[in-house]
């Protein structure tokens, strides 16, 4: 099946710095690819979509200039976390679709702001 | 506006048991429905779909889920849990219009030996 890779699975950082998470579908294209936000024990919140070639369409709440998309080609989706507090420690979970019904989603990765 | 409800926080089975795990839906137009499980730290894994056709969908992993339009539901079931099953499982629907996909709040699903 399409394997859709995250990169890292966990990072550590210090406040204040910024952090980048790729998102990759290793065997399909994708033209769109959706960034998500776990909190512990709850369900996973739509943050952005992710458009090849243009901007970012990103969900009521969602701070733009802090959480920046790029997707520069149609494998590749990249999350930053800029200026990154305690706050911003979560797990985010990128998904990419093939076709107009599968989805398939990165590993995750956690985030832990200190 | 798409939504899906899982009313369990928890269900707790005996290895060995049938499980169900419960979601309803609300949608406009034609109910695209999903069911992933999640192990911890991971992503999500597929586990079916019901798009259109029988209502009874085959999964992986020996799972299944019944589309009961009358009742908006769409079930989890397994006939015999595994201690393996023991994960989080969320339901979710795409919108059609705009390919997202909106989740569940997530089933904590317990299989005991």
């Known amino acids: 099946g399409a394997v859709v890779s995250q990169h890292p699975s966990r990072v550590i950082c210090k406040s204040g710095t910024s952090v980048k998470i790729e998102c990759r579908s290793l065997?399909?294209?994708?033209?769109?690819m959706f960034w998500y936000r776990q909190f512990p024990k709850q369900s996973l919140m739509l943050m952005a979509t992710s458009n090849e070639g243009s901007k970012a369409t990103y969900e009521q709440g969602v701070e733009k200039d802090k959480f920046l998309i790029n997707h520069a080609s149609l494998t590749l989706s990249t999350l930053t976390v800029t200026s990154a507090h305690p706050e911003d420690s979560s797990f985010y979970i990128c998904?990419?679709?093939?076709?107009?019904?599968?989805?398939?989603f990165g590993q995750g990765t956690r985030l832990t702001v200190v | 506006a798409q939504s899906v409800a899982q009313p369990e926080d928890q269900v707790n089975v005996a290895e060995g048991n049938p499980l169900t795990v419960k979601c309803t839906y609300s949608?406009?137009?034609?109910?695209?429905l999903f069911w992933y499980v999640q192990y911890p730290n991971r992503g999500l894994q597929f586990l079916l779909k019901?798009?259109?056709?029988?209502?009874l969908v085959k999964g992986s992993y020996g799972f299944e889920a019944e589309f009961n339009k009358s009742q908006t539901s769409f079930h989890l079931k397994k006939p015999s849990a595994l201690v393996s099953d023991s994960a989080l499982y969320f339901c979710a629907v795409r919108d059609d219009n705009f390919n997202k996909f909106y989740f569940g709040s997530g089933t904590k699903l317990n299989v005991k030996p």
């Open positions: 065997d399909f294209q994708a033209t769109t």
């Open positions: 949608v406009s137009g034609n109910p695209y």
């Open positions: 019901y798009i259109t056709g029988d209502n």
């Open positions: 998904s990419a679709h093939r076709g107009t019904t599968e989805a398939f």
